[in-house]
């Protein structure tokens, strides 16, 4: 039995697989600000299924540490340096393995969704932030710290004193810091076009750096009426004009499962 889980800005999911194969039921909670609280939901969660895994992998928001340590997680700052894996091991009695959350989404989505026949795959999520993982061959892509594609600097002050990177222009968090609104709340079509046309600039370094099969986009900020991928290719079209070819960008397939879908792909590769 393997127990899987997602933890994200503002919501975690906890999931399991019984064949190794397949993925079971999935349970989504608020995620707390408090890391022990998140300890707590899942130990309430095995004692509620009632059954031991064998073995854990779940994902995390933010950048990981070699000694498994969050150590950068804007929005769960109260998380940062805490003996994670250590509690959920204590908790669950088995090995765990810890992964940027974005990486596991995408390897889900390579894996199981939307990019299973490609074999240079971008995932990129947008919803309360940005995040994002490189795909090869079913596998995440090597790195030093892993991947971040939001905090790519998107915008320089003509004095460069100010910079502000791609989550703080189009990110769930973005919107209602350069707003005043939420997401699901702005129905200005003209902010609307230009939160597009930023996206569409942020995905044009991903192509640039990444040099992409396909690119997959996740999160809630896709879920939005005023997002269409008609009009996000249109402007990838006008910035990439001589590219020799332009990797289709299509939406995820998994959903808010695309996580658990990536912590059981990984943890298959390692048996």
């Known amino acids: 039995m393997f127990l899987l889980f997602d933890i994200g ?15 079971g039921d999935c349970s989504i909670f608020d995620t707390p600000q408090a890391y022990e609280d ?7 969660y095995l004692s509620s299924e009632g059954f031991k895994p064998w073995k854990v992998c779940g994902g995390l928001p933010g950048i990981i540490n070699k000694n498994d340590e969050l150590i950068f997680a804007p929005n769960l700052k109260k998380w940062l340096g805490k003996p994670i894996k250590n509690e ?17 989404a995408g390897l889900g989505e390579a894996t199981f969704g939307s990019a299973i026949n490609y074999p240079i795959v971008a995932y990129i999520t947008i919803s309360t932030g940005i995040g994002g993982a490189r795909i090869v061959n079913k596998k995440i892509d090597i790195s030093s710290w892993g991947f971040e594609p939001g905090h790519q600097i998107i915008d320089i002050s003509q004095t460069q004193d100010s910079v502000a990177d791609w989550e703080v222009l189009v990110s769930g968090s973005g919107i209602m810091g350069r707003y005043k609104v939420a997401p699901e709340n702005l129905s200005d079509k003209k902010i609307w076009k230009k939160i597009v046309g930023e996206i569409a600039i942020g995905l044009v370094n991903v192509i640039m750096f990444w040099s992409p099969d396909i690119i997959v986009l996740g999160g809630g900020l896709l879920d939005s009426e005023f997002v269409s991928m008609d009009d996000l290719n249109d402007s990838l079209h006008k910035y990439l004009e001589n590219f020799p070819q332009k990797p289709p960008i299509i939406r995820y397939t998994l959903g808010e499962k695309a996580g658990l879908y990536g912590a059981l792909a990984y943890l298959k590769s390692t048996l």
Not at 9 to 23: E, P, V
Not at 38 to 44: E, R, S
Request: charged fraction near 25%.
């Open 38 to 44: 998140g300890i707590n939901i899942i130990k309430n």
């Open 88 to 104: 959920i091991e204590k908790v669950t009695d088995c090995p765990v393995i810890l992964k940027n959350d974005a990486s596991l």
């Open 9 to 23: 800005g503002t919501k975690m999911r906890i999931g399991y697989s019984a064949d190794g194969k397949t993925l």
